[in-house]
């Protein structure tokens, strides 16, 4: 009963803020309820770190910040709908690498640039991960393996051109090795390494810690630049001598053109929630790194990062131009 309670109050809470009259100037801002558009499903990673932050930015803000899941097309529809909407700050959405992806996949006819991003909030990496009884112990013994066997091996990700299998092209292509691509879902990734469809997979630290703790699966590597402290005893790619990392990360977008005082305030209100005990607890217990990013520095890094991306597509015939 309590959450059917919530959902409605979610639904009425989320109706406010396309239909209520709000003040317009920055210094009045904030006014009502905001949008917090989540790009992906309830019950994943994405939403449950989104949903944690929104509270914790409602008790800054002093309104609601109402969750919205608005999934599809990789974040495309997330993000068009945050776009197009009012420039006023109550539409915020809660980005990811998804930006980057989807946008050179094609699945929008705009850059990630089409938004202003308000900053980082966290980052984390994207291990290869086997089942705990496989036969590779390190992932020296799968390289070795898979440049053996070009083709064989199947290696699950969450959707084409998703920020996991972007990081997967990116390994293999440092190791070396052909391999066959899954795209199984947020849900079928996991499912697909345990029943065997699939040979290993890469996934966000968060979708890959619980069961990894359970002993049903074994994180072999990490492409990202240091050793996480969750799982101190794996090493990352650079370690191994590959050049490879593409950390999964999140933080905050608006639509193009919200006045920078009201930014501003977002922006304060996401770093201290960022900080709060239950964000930093739920860090600690899931492995991701609470690094926030202000507006200029996240800007430099997404142009970096979009650079990266681009560079990988374009190498495996991904890539979609926003040009005639």
């Known amino acids: ?51 944690l932050l929104a509270q914790e930015m409602s008790k800054v803000l002093g309104v609601p910040l109402t969750p919205v899941n608005r999934t599809g097309g990789g974040g495309a529809i997330a993000y068009t709908h945050t776009m197009n909407a009012k420039a006023d700050g109550y539409t915020i959405a809660w980005n990811s690498t998804s930006i980057l992806t989807t946008t050179n996949l094609g699945n929008t006819d705009f850059e990630y640039n089409a938004m202003d991003h308000i900053g980082r909030v966290e980052f984390q990496p994207q291990p290869f991960v086997v089942r705990a009884d496989a036969k590779w112990q390190t992932f020296q013994d799968f390289a070795k393996d898979c440049k053996a066997n070009q083709g064989k091996y199947k290696i699950a990700n969450s959707g084409t051109g998703s920020a996991t299998h972007t990081a997967a092209i990116m390994l293999f292509e440092a190791i070396d090795c052909q391999v066959i691509h899954l795209p199984k879902g947020i849900k079928g990734r996991n499912k697909s390494v345990l029943n065997g469809e699939a040979d290993a997979m890469i996934a966000p630290l968060t979708g890959a810690r619980r069961l990894t703790k359970a002993g049903k699966l074994r994180i072999l590597l990490m492409p990202t630049d240091e050793r996480n402290a969750v799982f101190p005893d794996v090493p990352t790619a650079k370690e191994l001598g590959y050049d490879v990392v593409l950390d999964l990360f999140r933080g ?57 991306v681009k560079a990988i597509f374009k190498g495996a015939g991904l890539y979609q131009s926003k040009k005639n």
């Open 1 to 51: 009963m309590k959450s059917f309670k919530y959902a409605l109050a979610s639904c009425a809470a989320a109706a406010l803020v396309g239909v209520t009259a709000l003040p317009g100037t920055a210094a009045e801002f904030p006014a009502g309820p905001i949008e917090f558009v989540i790009p992906f499903g309830a019950g994943g990673g994405a939403d449950i770190e989104g949903r």
């Open 252 to 308: 905050l977008s608006v639509p193009k053109g919200t006045p920078d005082a009201i930014k501003g305030k977002l922006a304060d209100a996401m770093t201290k929630a960022a900080g709060s005990p239950a964000f930093m607890d739920l860090a600690d217990k899931n492995g991701f790194t609470i690094a926030p990013l202000g507006y200029q520095d996240f800007t430099a890094y997404l142009a970096s990062e979009d650079q990266k």
